[in-house]
Nanobody, 117 residues
Framework: VQLQASGGGLVQAGGSLRLSCAASGRTFSSYDMGWFRQAPGKEREFIAAISWSGGSTNYADSVKGRFTISRDNAKNTVYLQMNSLKAEDTAVYYC???????????WGQGTQVTVSS
């Protein structure tokens, strides 16, 4: 599976953005999907994950209650709805396919999110 992330941009603090990650290939629905981010000078960190069926989600404490991950297996797409954005959410956001709690096999190219305070 190949992944293409999009939807990043510049937004004011308190605003919202929705990221999308489109996958190619027929095996998308067999993968858990995740979102990660990496800020300048920092390590990449886990943000959210959703099971292959969409029935289970997990979030980092830093985004819980503000971000929502969802997927549409018919469209081979996973989404990250980001609300109440903060300056510290500024980072490059990556989507990944794999198995939550095990390993992530495929990565998208990243999309920049910049939150101005």
């Amino acid at each position: 599976v190949q992944l293409q992330a999009s939807g990043g941009g510049l937004v004011q603090a308190g605003g919202s953005l929705r990221l999308s990650c489109a996958a190619s290939g027929r095996t998308f629905s067999s993968y858990d999907m995740g979102w990660f981010r990496q800020a300048p000078g920092k390590e990449r960190e886990f943000i959210a994950a959703i099971s292959w069926s969409g029935g289970s989600t997990n979030y980092a404490d830093s985004v819980k209650g503000r971000f929502t991950i969802s997927r549409d297996n018919a469209k081979n797409t996973v989404y990250l709805q980001m609300n109440s954005l903060k300056a510290e959410d500024t980072a490059v956001y990556y989507c990944a396919a794999g198995r939550y709690g095990s390993s992530w096999h495929r990565w998208g190219q990243g999309t920049q999110v910049t939150v101005s305070s």
